[in-house]
């Protein structure tokens, strides 16, 4: 009796076993499927210029890395241009890339096509499945070719990479003297000057003047000097 239950649970076990190991093997089919699609089957789209381009993913050590190659129409003579751009990281650190990993390249597709060139779009891409983890989940930009040339320096920097030159000086402007013109006489009238007469300055003499300068003489020749004032005045008061 022991024995025959030990029996049964022993294939009750191995009938356990099997179908998780088969569950397994069906999971890891489906994964590698999944894998294959975008691995092996590269998605192609075109640019808002026409540029003919296929994006194809590989495995570069624990990255996920993806190249976009493009060529463009071509225009009579002259030859198509190509170009090709590589961007690398690990979207696998997404859940919803692994559960479909190609819809992710779907999503970054759907904005390269919109760009005149699809290698001068941003330098990483946020699929909207896996928007919300951080920039080592996106792909970023790692290289691309031909390299395109970089913007144009500013007029500021052009400006700062030239020599300054000194301004040069100016010489001094000396005010021009101003000639005098003369004044054109009118028609019919002379060059009419003015002429100033000094004024006659009268002289007035006093009345006293001439009899003290005759009483003083005769004070002078008739009285002692030490008199000579008081005789001075008398004598003039008997002239006048």
Request: charged fraction near 20%; aromatic fraction near 10%.
């Amino acid at each position: 009796m022991t024995s025959s239950l030990t029996v049964g649970l022993l294939f009750l076990a191995a009938a356990v076993c099997a179908s998780s190991a088969q569950t397994n093997n069906s999971s890891n089919d489906n994964r590698q499927q999944q894998q294959r699609s975008v691995w092996d089957e590269p998605i192609r789209f075109s640019t808002k210029t026409k540029d003919s381009c296929t994006m194809v993913v590989s495995a570069a050590g624990d990255y996920t890395r993806l190249r976009v190659s493009c060529k463009g129409p071509s225009q009579g003579q002259t030859p198509a241009r190509s170009y090709y751009c590589d961007f690398q990281g690990k979207p696998n650190s997404c859940r919803a890339y692994n559960l479909n990993p190609r819809h992710y390249f779907t999503q970054t597709m759907w904005d390269m096509r919109k760009l005149s060139h699809a290698c001068q779009g941003p330098k990483v891409y946020r699929p909207a499945m896996c928007k919300k983890y951080p920039d080592e989940a996106q792909m970023t930009f790692l290289s691309s070719w031909p390299k395109t040339a970089g913007s144009k320096p500013s007029k500021t920097a052009q400006e700062a990479g030239k020599p300054v030159v000194p301004a040069k000086n100016k010489p001094a402007t000396t005010p021009k003297s101003v000639k005098p013109q003369p004044v054109k006489p009118q028609p019919g009238k002379g060059p009419q000057t003015k002429r100033t007469t000094p004024k006659p300055v009268k002289t007035t003499t006093s009345a006293t003047e001439q009899p003290d300068s005759e009483a003083s003489r005769v004070a002078s020749e008739y009285c002692w000097e030490s008199f000579h004032g008081v005789c001075t005045y008398f004598i003039g008061w008997f002239q006048n």
